[in-house]
């Protein structure tokens, strides 16, 4: 699978469903891509579709293995949407809709990523 090298790539291949990227195969994957890229700070995140899962990383590739993984994050499928964070330590709630699922995700973030901070590559 073709690995975006930047994170605007990283956000226009997810959109576009290009083929052969993250996510273009998972039908259940646009409304909450495109809830995510409403939102700045999220927008200036690596987004990264694994395992039936919208994460988002804080630096485009290449990474250290493995990339670091430490922010919340939405578990795909049929509503309701579960919001977790990193490595499932603690699901953070349940939404109704793919907004919803993603201000969960924004309620949870780090401070360093907001404020003068959002949208910037941390």
């Known amino acids: 699978m073709a690995e975006a090298p930047d994170v605007e790539t990283a956000w226009t291949w997810l959109l576009e469903r290009r083929p052969g990227t993250r996510g273009w195969f998972d039908d259940t994957l646009p409304p909450v891509a495109a809830a995510a890229y409403a939102k700045p700070v999220l927008r200036g995140l690596y987004p990264f579709h694994t395992h039936g899962t919208l994460k988002f990383i804080r630096d485009a590739p290449p990474w ?4 670091v993984d430490d922010l919340p994050y939405v578990v ?5 949407y579960s919001v977790h964070t990193a490595g499932r330590a603690t699901r953070l709630g349940e939404a109704a809709t793919a907004e919803d699922a993603i201000d969960l995700v924004m309620a949870h973030l780090p401070p360093e990523l907001s404020g003068d901070a959002a949208g910037r590559h941390l």
């Open 64 to 67: 250290h293995e493995p990339p």
């Open 76 to 80: 795909l499928g049929e509503p309701p």
